[in-house]
């Protein structure tokens, strides 16, 4: 939907009134609703408290990075998008930073933002996967974590509204009314107070405009298959012209299952997930300005979305039971559901002062989340498992720059955390002779209970800047450095009981499963505490430097060349999820030396854009997780370790082209090599030297393209589509292909594959109304999103335990602009 400045400039200062009447009904309306949605459903308990910091840009600024899509081709080129990647605003096509920048109108257009993983569909060497809305991974240029462990930090830095968010479970949230996201690849320490080795994402939102009549107010409403429904929407409250305005928006999705539940007869794995964000904007004085920023979501999803291929890596059918292999099916006999809360507060202060800007972000993130699962995802009565787990995080930045026209510019800043996280979770097992049909051999004959009490805090200081000389109008160079200093410490208890009579029972088999207290059920003969049975505490202190220098040559107005070396860090941690003691181990902190050479050009009078960067990574102390059968420990274990090094290269072109004042192109492709070096498996004394980066495809390609029809009533017809294929990719960093058992593990990879989007829009005189029509996988393919390995010798009763990725939907919406 597109909007002209003189559409909106129409309203007139005498229907202000009327202007809020209607909003006020609109948010109205949107708040009954939620009073009837599941996902806002009065909780049983008080959400955890906490709070999120994010920046203010005025009105006019926003409108200045976001320049409308029709006055682009009016002007008969692409236009300029202004990012603050470097913390100043910047044209994105004249910083040395390779960097992906989407516009907030074009992820609403595109129907993009149901979860924030998305938007890594449009970046070069860049995958994200989520199950569903929860617990995303990030990855860029085979940059990652796949550990699970709230405890450790991504590499990849993620940043909403400028505000750090350590536990990677709270950035999966819906993206509405937003200003623009911005991905930057490489190593950004030396601007970014916290960890940023792979790269960075900055979720910005649409600020509160100052200006009677200027807003960039929506709402649109979507139904689709499986009775997907979204509304979503912004409204902006000018309430003291050019010194006080609001904001408010909203997010709420629900929708069915997809999945056919062959046991329970039902529709599994649908989700409710609704977000509200308000805003207030004050310009205290010209040189003065104020934003607080609140935000809250729910969300729950009900059913499995988990299968397991039916078969352990040794090829034999287990408890005479074969899942079915359908794509859409699942079959459990226990409950699978996840409810998570987020609840956030921020408040920004600007202040210039003389030609140098001082700014200071407050920022406050709560998230809290419990989970029920079916553990073996079976219809067998076997494991069940329990989390309950919440985090709380404060932050503080302060940052002064100097202005970015000045032969010499500078920032410089400081950034203080502090992340407290507690988590239970319960499981246990029956051995496969309590199950029909089967015997002590399927599962062992222990009866085992797990209890885990996590209590874990970091602190960490830092400083940071960077600064860049202008030795002549073409030739500049830019050198950073920080300092980190973080301490981290856990008190970790766990208890492990375990029968190992001949299939030990529970009295009441009916009953044998409680989150707390399974024993209640009556276990007997009495149970005998294991090896995962362990209480320890530890503290580890970490003091590290970043550094980087770039030099960067203007070839001509529109082109220009840089090369970067970045030295980035990643915070240590500990093994927290271990299952034994030995394997609650420290792990050292990452350290990557990157290498890029970039080009960025403009051609054809601005109707083209073209980006190219080669980079090389020396990856060193690369913290990576194994899960594998310890025969000492006689369990399967996750082993939380360092590998002495990997390496990786490759390379990115990215284009945006406008062929006609009608036609928009937008692309990229990514090459990559990874391989893991020294890479001994501790208490193992295996290897997987020669393996491929988890979640690393050696190809990613995309492209979207648009065209627009014109009616002769003043109304546009806009048909449009993208695409997008990934080459293979593992899951795990062992095994990939045949493990050490000879046994091919299909369910630990995905190999090639590409996935079609498409839509039509038609889109009124004036851009007031916008109805839209999509198919996303026009072609339903089928492709595998994560999984989870088993292991013979008596671990687990089946094999792979697989999660499908999105088949075809279709749908329309209607979007509405004030």
């Known amino acids: 939907m597109k909007r002209t ?41 008080k959400v955890v408290e906490g709070q999120e910091a994010q920046v203010s840009e005025t009105a006019e600024n926003n409108e200045a990075s976001n320049k409308p899509e029709e006055n682009q081709a009016q002007d008969s080129s692409l236009g300029s998008v202004t990012v603050t990647a470097n913390r100043r605003k910047e044209n994105a096509q004249k910083i040395a930073t390779p960097i992906t920048v989407l516009k907030g109108k074009d992820l609403l257009d595109q129907g993009v933002g149901r979860s924030a993983q998305e938007v890594f569909n449009y970046v070069p060497n860049a995958t994200a996967v989520g199950q569903q809305h929860g617990r995303p991974r990030w990855w860029i240029r085979g940059i990652g974590a796949g550990q699970q462990q709230q405890d450790l930090a991504s590499p990849i830095g993620f940043y909403l509204d400028e505000v750090y968010i350590s536990n990677t479970n709270a950035t999966g949230f819906p993206l509405f009314d937003l200003e623009r996201v911005e991905v930057l690849r490489g190593p950004q320490g030396t601007k970014y107070g916290k960890n940023t080795t792979g790269g960075a994402v900055n979720i910005i939102s649409q600020k509160p405009s100052l200006k009677e009549g200027k807003t960039d107010d929506y709402v649109k409403a979507e139904y689709g298959t499986f009775n997907d429904k979204i509304i979503q929407g912004g409204v902006n409250i000018p309430l003291v012209d050019d010194r006080l305005g609001a904001r408010i ?41 104020a934003l607080l920023n609140v935000h809250y979501r729910k969300y729950k999803t009900d059913g499995a979305i988990t299968n397991t291929n039916s078969y352990r890596a040794d090829g034999v059918l287990r408890a005479n039971y074969r899942p079915s292999t359908d794509y859409d099916d699942v079959s459990t006999n226990a409950d699978n559901w996840t409810d998570s809360s987020q609840t956030g507060a921020n408040l920004n202060l600007k202040w210039n002062v003389g030609k140098y800007a001082l700014t200071s972000i407050t920022g406050f993130e709560g998230f809290k989340n419990e989970g029920l699962s079916d553990g073996d995802n079976s219809p067998l009565e076997l494991s069940r498992s329990h989390t309950d787990s919440q985090s709380r995080q404060v932050s503080q930045e302060f940052r002064i720059t100097s202005p970015r026209e000045d032969q010499w510019n500078w920032l410089g800043g400081v950034h203080l955390f502090k992340e407290t996280i507690d988590l239970a979770s319960q499981n246990a097992k029956l051995p496969a002779g309590q199950v029909a049909n089967s015997s002590p051999a399927d599962s062992g004959t222990a009866v085992t209970y797990n209890e885990t009490d996590l209590k874990h805090e970091t602190t960490s200081f830092s400083l940071f800047g960077n600064t860049t000389y202008n030795w002549t109008d073409a030739f500049a160079t830019s050198a950073g450095l920080s300092w980190s200093h973080e301490k981290k410490d856990y008190d970790l208890n766990r208890r492990g009981t375990s029968n190992t009579g001949v299939n030990g029972s529970f009295s009441n088999l009916a009953q044998w499963w409680n989150s707390f207290t399974p024993s209640g059920a009556g276990f007997t003969p009495a149970g005998t505490l294991g090896s995962g049975t362990f209480s320890t505490s530890d503290s580890a202190t970490w003091n590290r430097w970043s550094y980087d220098f770039t030099p960067e040559y203007k070839i001509t107005p529109t082109d220009r060349v840089f090369f970067k070396y970045a030295h980035g860090i990643k915070s240590g941690g500990f093994n927290t999820a271990a299952t034994n003691l030995a394997a609650v181990n420290e792990v050292k902190p990452e350290q990557l030396d990157s290498y890029e050479l970039g080009y960025k050009s403009e051609w054809l009078a601005g109707r083209l854009n073209f980006n190219a960067t080669a980079f ?9 997780n194994v899960v594998g059968f310890n025969v000492l420990a006689g369990q399967t274990v996750s082993y939380l370790q360092n590998v002495d090094s990997a390496k990786t290269y490759g390379l990115e072109l990215e284009v945006q082209a406008l062929p006609t004042n009608d036609w928009f192109i937008n692309g990229s492709l990514g090459l990559l090599s990874t391989k893991y070096e020294d890479a001994e498996i501790l208490n193992n004394g295996g290897n997987f030297d020669g393996n491929h980066l988890v979640r690393s495809p050696n190809v990613t390609a995309n492209i979207l393209s648009t065209y627009t029809f014109h009616v002769d009533n003043g109304a546009k017809v806009v048909v449009g589509g993208d695409a997008r294929f990934l080459s293979k990719q593992y899951y795990y960093v062992t095994p990939q292909g045949v493990d050490d058992n000879g046994v091919y593990r299909s369910g630990l990879e995905q190999g090639a594959f590409t996935i079609v989007n498409a839509r039509i829009s038609y889109i009124t005189a004036g851009n007031k109304y916008t109805v839209t029509a999509y198919a996303n996988n026009l072609f339903d ?10 292991y013979s010798a008596g671990q687990g009763v089946f094999g792979d335990n697989i999660m499908q990725g999105s088949v075809r939907t279709v749908g329309v919406s209607f979007a509405a602009a004030f």
């Open 5 to 45: 400045n003189d559409t909106i400039g129409a309203q007139q200062p005498s229907n202000l009134w009327k202007l809020r009447t209607v909003k006020i009904a609109v948010l109205s309306a949107f708040a009954g609703s939620l009073a009837f949605n599941p996902a806002w459903a009065a909780e049983e308990e």
């Open 249 to 289: 928006s909203f997010y709420n999705e629900d929708t069915d299952g997809r999945f056919r539940n062959q046991f329970k007869g039902t529709k599994d794995g649908g989700l409710q997930d609704g977000a509200l964000r308000g805003q207030l904007l004050g310009k205290i004085s010209d040189d003065f300005e």
């Open 616 to 624: 090389y990574y020396d990856y060193k102390d690369v913290q990576v």
């Open 781 to 790: 393919k089928h492709y595998l999103q994560h999984s989870t390995p088993s």
